[in-house]
């Protein structure tokens, strides 16, 4: 990664500890940059490289490697990977747990020790954080919450197949998941307090989304009659039906409502021998002709959030990424925080797409978590795995 030009000011958190460096992204003074609906100001901190460092120090260095941005904005859950001792060795990528920051940079374990977290997420309500477990040998990973405000973790399904994907109901009180093989959906309660029940479909499914309406699931799947396509199905949660069926052949990364529940961005892959999704659509649950938002075979597309009738995406160019944001209705294009030294790997979105959360690294350190939100003048680094 090449670095940018930049301007460099002593800068201190609210929050005690040593004063860090905020590095501008801008060859001048520092300047907001506004998105379509809202803004964002990027400001970025990082430490100085050791100039003695190693490749096996960079190896044996914790690494955030996944966030999920709290339903309010006002927390980030991320998972950090720990190096087993002596560092990685081949087939073994350490542990994977679970913690908690919030602003200010006050970070908390939730889920430690010798374990394998992936897949996080929060309960609409912000009371729970949920994620797929790796189980012992000869068990399948499961799905577990644990309370935000810190606790004992729950297993909510432990099937016989590998927990692949799952969704929360808008009313936190249910979760919809798929298994390895499965050929339906289960949704079950968070509380134990009533009997789960399965919903019986048409092929295999590959990705569930519940509608923040409440009212139907989207569910990505492959027909029995068509082994080579798929479909994206509306699932009437009061009939278990498809209400409306359409034709979806490319190969899909991931999917997300809009928070009205009328239409679903989807990230897919228009070459299929690329390892990110190069296409963004949009699919209506009211049907008509599926909408090609952004078709841009030069990039790399890794991540996707609404953010009123917009849609926030990290796009990828060479080893430089860039969040952007495309208006659904003008398809109108702007660069919110431009491709410079710090490298952009995922982010996560409140619930209005006002806050973001992000896994960024610089080329002197591995993932950190770093936030931006609404009317705030820096993008602000708050976890310091490797101090």
């Known amino acids: 990664m090449r670095p940018s030009r930049r301007t460099v000011s002593s800068y201190r958190p609210l929050s005690t500890g040593p004063a860090r460096a905020i590095v501008s992204l801008t060859s001048g003074p520092a300047r907001p940059w506004l998105p379509l609906a809202a803004g964002f100001a990027i400001l970025l901190s990082c430490p100085a490289a050791s100039d003695d460092e190693t490749g096996l120090d960079w190896v044996q260095r914790r690494e955030v490697v996944e966030v999920a941005m709290s339903p309010n904005?006002?927390?980030v859950a991320y998972v950090l990977r720990i190096p087993r001792s002596g560092g990685f060795t081949e087939g073994e990528d350490g542990w994977f747990e679970l913690h908690l920051v919030?602003?200010?940079?006050a970070s908390r374990p939730l889920v430690t020790g010798h374990v394998a977290v992936s897949e996080i997420d929060w309960s609409p309500d912000g009371r729970f954080v949920s994620y797929i477990a790796e189980a012992a040998e000869g068990r399948s990973a499961s799905l577990h919450v644990v309370p935000s405000a810190g606790g004992a973790s729950r297993r909510i399904a432990s099937p016989t197949s590998r927990v692949e994907d799952y969704s929360w109901s808008p009313d936190a009180t249910r979760i919809a998941f798929l298994t390895?093989?499965?050929?339906?959906?289960?949704i079950v309660p968070v509380d134990r307090a009533a009997d789960g029940s399965n919903i019986d479909l048409d092929?295999?499914?590959?990705i569930v989304r519940w509608s923040p309406a409440?009212?139907?699931?989207?569910?990505?799947?492959?027909?029995y009659s068509m082994s080579e396509r798929q479909e994206l199905h509306f699932i009437d949660l009061g009939t278990g039906r498809a209400r409306l069926r359409v034709n979806y052949p490319e190969r899909v990364g991931s999917m997300v409502w809009n928070a009205e529940g009328t239409r679903v961005a989807v990230l897919s892959f228009d070459d299929t021998h690329?390892?990110?999704?190069?296409?963004?659509k949009i699919v209506s649950s009211l049907?008509?002709?599926v909408q090609d938002l952004l078709p841009d075979p030069n990039a790399s597309l890794m991540n996707v959030a609404w953010q009123a009738d917009s849609l926030l995406y990290l796009r990828m160019r060479a080893d430089r990424t860039a969040l952007r944001e495309i208006a659904r209705m003008s398809q109108q294009t702007k660069t919110l925080i431009p491709a410079g030294e710090l490298f952009l790997k995922r982010f996560s979105a409140s619930r209005d797409g006002l806050s973001a959360a992000?896994?960024?690294?610089?080329?002197?350190?591995?993932g950190e978590v770093y936030v931006a939100a609404h009317g705030r003048r820096e993008l602000e680094r708050l976890t310091f795995s490797n101090p």
């Open 102 to 105: 919030e602003p200010g940079g």
């Open 180 to 186: 390895a093989g499965s050929l339906g959906i289960r």
């Open 358 to 366: 992000f896994v960024a690294e610089t080329p002197d350190d591995p």
């Open 73 to 75: 904005g006002g927390g």
């Open 274 to 280: 690329v390892p990110y999704p190069d296409r963004l």
């Open 287 to 289: 049907g008509g002709q």
């Open 203 to 206: 092929g295999a499914p590959r």
């Open 214 to 223: 409440g009212n139907e699931l989207a569910v990505l799947l492959v027909p």
